[in-house]
C-alpha cells in the first residue's frame, strides 16, 4: 500500500512536480490529468483511486527510489471481541516503536486485546517480508482502533427492580495496525 506521508516527503524533498511524476503514471483508463488528480490525492491520504501495484512502481522510479521506500503494510482485525477503549490502551503502547520491540512488549503486557493487536502487527510484518522489505528496520506508523457497535449473538439482559431489565451490551472493536520502513 503506498504511504501518503513518505509519498508527500519524498516529492518535497527532491523537488520533483506533480506534472512530471504524473507523465510516467499513465497507464490504460487513466489520462494524464487523471493521473495528476490521483497524485494529488495520493498526497493528501485519500487512496482515490486505488494505487496499483504498476503506479507505486511508477511512482518510485520517477522519484529515485525503490517500492519499498513509498509503501507501508497494513493489517486489520474486524469485531474484535474487546472495548474499543481496552484495546486502545495497548495500541497507544507500540505506536511508533519498532516492530520487533512491539512484538516484545505485547508479549508481556497482561491485557486481553494484546494477543489480537499482535496478530494484527504480526500479519503486517509477514506482508512487508513478502514484499521484502527490511524486517529489522521496519516500525509501527499506525496502529488505531475504531468502534464495531455491539458484539453479534451478545444481547444478554440483567434483572432490575419491579420487573424491569437492562441490557447488558458487550462492544467489539476494530483494530488497524501498519508498518513501514525507516528510510
Given at each position: 500500500m503506498l504511504s501518503a506521508s513518505k509519498l508527500d516527503n519524498l516529492i518535497k524533498s527532491t523537488g520533483k512536480s506533480v506534472a512530471d511524476l504524473a507523465t510516467g503514471l499513465k497507464r490504460a483508463g487513466l489520462t494524464e490529468k487523471q493521473a495528476a488528480s490521483a497524485i494529488k490525492n495520493w498526497r493528501k491520504g485519500l487512496m482515490k483511486p486505488l494505487p496499483r501495484k504498476s503506479d507505486i512502481e511508477a511512482l518510485a522510479s520517477g522519484l529515485g527510489v525503490d517500492v519499498v521506500g513509498v509503501s507501508q503494510w497494513k493489517s486489520s482485525v474486524r469485531y474484535s471481541p474487546s472495548s474499543p477503549r481496552?484495546?486502545?490502551?495497548?495500541?497507544?503502547?507500540?505506536?511508533?516503536?519498532g516492530a520487533q520491540e512491539a512484538l516484545d512488549l505485547l508479549k508481556f503486557t497482561h491485557k486481553r486485546a494484546s494477543d489480537t493487536v499482535s496478530k494484527a502487527l504480526k500479519s503486517a510484518i509477514a506482508s512487508a517480508d513478502e514484499d521484502s522489505a527490511?524486517?529489522?528496520?521496519?516500525?509501527?506508523?499506525?496502529?488505531?482502533?475504531?468502534?464495531?457497535?455491539?458484539?453479534?449473538?451478545?444481547?444478554?439482559?440483567?434483572?432490575?427492580?419491579?420487573?424491569?431489565?437492562?441490557?447488558?451490551?458487550?462492544?467489539?472493536?476494530?483494530?488497524?495496525v501498519a508498518v513501514t520502513e525507516i528510510v
Amino acid at each position: 500500500m503506498l504511504s501518503a506521508s513518505k509519498l508527500d516527503n519524498l516529492i518535497k524533498s527532491t523537488g520533483k512536480s506533480v506534472a512530471d511524476l504524473a507523465t510516467g503514471l499513465k497507464r490504460a483508463g487513466l489520462t494524464e490529468k487523471q493521473a495528476a488528480s490521483a497524485i494529488k490525492n495520493w498526497r493528501k491520504g485519500l487512496m482515490k483511486p486505488l494505487p496499483r501495484k504498476s503506479d507505486i512502481e511508477a511512482l518510485a522510479s520517477g522519484l529515485g527510489v525503490d517500492v519499498v521506500g513509498v509503501s507501508q503494510w497494513k493489517s486489520s482485525v474486524r469485531y474484535s471481541p474487546s472495548s474499543p477503549r481496552k484495546a486502545r490502551l495497548v495500541t497507544q503502547l507500540i505506536y511508533g516503536r519498532g516492530a520487533q520491540e512491539a512484538l516484545d512488549l505485547l508479549k508481556f503486557t497482561h491485557k486481553r486485546a494484546s494477543d489480537t493487536v499482535s496478530k494484527a502487527l504480526k500479519s503486517a510484518i509477514a506482508s512487508a517480508d513478502e514484499d521484502s522489505a527490511d524486517v529489522e528496520n521496519l516500525y509501527v506508523c499506525l496502529a488505531k482502533v475504531d468502534g464495531a457497535g455491539v458484539r453479534v449473538g451478545t444481547k444478554r439482559w440483567i434483572a432490575k427492580d419491579r420487573g424491569r431489565a437492562h441490557s447488558i451490551r458487550k462492544m467489539a472493536s476494530h483494530i488497524h495496525v501498519a508498518v513501514t520502513e525507516i528510510v
